[in-house]
C-alpha cells in the first residue's frame, strides 16, 4: 500500500504519471485487496500465490518502464513519442497545443533518486513485496514469524 499512497503523493505534488506509470498501479490495487483479505482472516495459498504474481507484474512494468526510460528498448508509441511521422502532419498539426499537454512522455524520467527513476524504485521494492508474499505463503498466515517482526 505504501508503493501506491507513494505515487499518488508524487501525483499530488505536481509529478503527473505517464501511462506505464498508471499500469504499474492496477497490480498494486489488486495486492492490496488480497492483503486485505489475509488481514481479515482468509489465508489459502492461492490468495499468496496471487498476491505474488501480482506484485511480480508491477516489478516486470516496472523494468520495461525503466527499459523504456534509459533507451534500452522502444516503449508504446502512444506514451513515448516513438513512431510518430512528421511527413504527413500539417504545419497546423505541427504549431497545435490542444491535447499535447497532458501527455506524460514514458521516456522521460521525471523524478529520480541515487540515479534511480521511479519505474525503478519500483520494481525494487515489488521485488521485495513479491518475496514476502512468499515468506507468508510458506508460513501460512501473514501475521506470523518474519512478517510481524519486520
Known sequence: ???LLGAWVFQSIGYAP?????????????AIFLGALVFFGLRHKVIYLV?????ASTAG??????????DWWEGPTSCTGSGLDLTTMTPEDLL???GVADLVMCDQVSWEFLTLS????????SCVL????????KQGKLGSGLITRI
Open 96 to 98: 497545435s497545443t490542444s
Open 118 to 125: 521511479m519505474a525503478s524504485w519500483n520494481t525494487l521494492l
Open 130 to 137: 513479491v518475496g514476502l508474499w512468499i515468506i507468508a505463503s
Open 1 to 3: 500500500m505504501a508503493l
Open 18 to 30: 505517464c501511462a506505464m506509470c498508471i499500469w504499474q498501479r492496477y497490480p498494486h490495487a489488486i
Open 51 to 55: 498476491g505474488a504474481i501480482a506484485t
Open 61 to 70: 512494468i516496472g523494468i520495461f518502464h525503466t527499459g523504456v526510460e534509459r
